[in-house]
DNA sequence: ACGCAAAGATGCAGGCTCTGCAAAAAGTAC
DNA sequence: GTACTTTTTGCAGAGCCTGCATCTTTGCGT
């Protein structure tokens, strides 16, 4: 019923994203200005020109408008991880495919900065997004288990929510390494990403990345009091 | 009002604690009944005997009763981790002190497996209580910061909420290195659970934990088409 | 034992979040 | 233009959460 027009996806379907992204731009800017947990549904709402019950229908919930911003970046993750050489172990084809997604974001620092600028002050978003990417890491556990080849030909974008029993069924089929390595990555790519914030003016993000996956891909040894991976950096 | 009274902490101490597990307790029971989303705060409230009113003097939110179990043991990994051998490899101590704690956990089967099916069934709950950890992490990376050495003197058992200007100053003290450690150790734990839970006939707990920790050390390489890590336990 | 001060529990008012339902409005196809 | 589908909206209602005033319990000195 729909698809068949390259040009133009519809006009429906065109309204429908232009509401969400007012929603998401609106709620990041009053958030930013306000803080997040002064900022009301009902506000929110106004500022995007709909009603209030019309926000529930393109969020769960009041909190989810500040956390689903780069929902589509593990997706060109995942499609770099299988794009990447066949000789390349696995750590650091997943580290390559992070890299270059994380450089791409870097260049549309004004939004994301404003938006890192909220997460901040409100740890209790910062958490509620670091659960959604739950089903992130699952689906990267697919992919990397599939890059390996241990994997049954699992592929498929369709992500089901946590917990659904097709879910469940994804789970059995990994083996413990995907899930580790996607998990590990994740985790890795997260502390380079806040030590980074913590000290922007001193270091290079691309240094901080490089050095965190220099330690994985060492076993994590015990660092030498000067520097871990190189000289020391304060 | 303090510590004064080994025989007893104190009557009103051990009520508190009293109230606090009754609820927990209640809200576990009831949300293994009926689901944790059709169970309500007065509900709570009336099973473990307070009023409603009370229940939000002991959790800032309804989810939080869900997921404040164990909230000590972070505690005690970390006393682990500070007493552990100073001949071991931090990456070693983080293991065995977690291992301990795990095996302690594993003896109140009943109660975290009835927790574990709450949080199954109400994703929402899981990550809720993932993003609870993050202040957990920060803690243990602090400790590991201490163990090896190049942390100044940080120790402290108060943990300021995660985002507050006290929070912001300990991140800056860090190094990369314990954080990066604190984080993937806590991720290889949570995957080597869950691993677990998906298959707790076939496999025991022990060996997916050991095997775990084996690809953490070995630096992640690509495991060989028979046998994950190598040729199995050394 | 008595009474005082601190801490906790409770009730209540009120605002905000979220859901189901049915009617109105807008887009789409014929 | 008409009929069909999708989206928006208002409304009612349940539930979540907070601030405030009050009452009860506990800890402790005398």
Redesign the interface.
Same mark, same amino acid.
């Given at each position: 019923m729909t698809e068949g027009n390259p040009a133009g996806v519809g006009l429906r379907e065109r309204k429908k994203r232009a509401t969400r992204a007012a929603l998401v731009a609106a709620a990041v800017r009053l958030a930013a200005e306000h803080g997040a947990e002064h900022v009301t549904v009902d506000a929110i709402s106004e500022a995007a020109g709909v009603s209030a019950r019309t926000f529930f229908n393109y969020f769960d919930a009041r909190d989810d408008v500040f956390v689903m911003i780069g929902a589509d970046a593990s997706a060109r993750v995942r499609q770099a991880v299988l794009a990447a050489p066949a000789e390349l172990?696995?750590?650091q084809a997943l580290r390559d495919a992070m890299a270059t997604e994380l450089a791409e974001i870097e260049q549309q620092q004004e939004l994301w900065r404003l938006h890192s600028e909220v997460l901040?002050?409100?740890?209790?978003l +910062? /958490?509620?997004? &670091?659960? $959604?990417h739950?089903a992130d890491e699952l689906a990267l556990a697919e992919t990397l288990a599939e890059r390996?080849?241990?994997g049954s030909p699992l592929f498929s974008e369709d992500r089901p929510?946590?917990?659904s029993p097709d879910d469940?069924r994804r789970?059995?089929a990994l083996?413990?390494?995907p899930?580790?390595?996607a998990?590990?990555g994740?985790?890795?790519v997260?502390?380079?990403v806040?030590?980074w914030c913590?000290?922007q003016d001193e270091l290079a993000f691309v240094d901080?990345f490089r050095?965190?996956f220099e330690? +994985? /891909?060492?076993? &994590?040894? $015990?660092?030498s009091?000067a520097g871990?991976a190189g000289p020391a950096?304060r």
């Open positions: 172990p696995p750590l901040r002050r409100s740890p209790h +910062l /958490a509620r997004s &670091l659960g $959604a739950m390996i080849g241990a929510a946590l917990g469940e789970r059995r083996g413990l390494y899930r580790l390595l998990a590990v994740i985790a890795a997260r502390v380079a806040e030590h913590v000290r901080v050095e965190t330690h +994985l /891909a060492a076993g &994590l040894p $015990a660092p009091p871990p950096d």
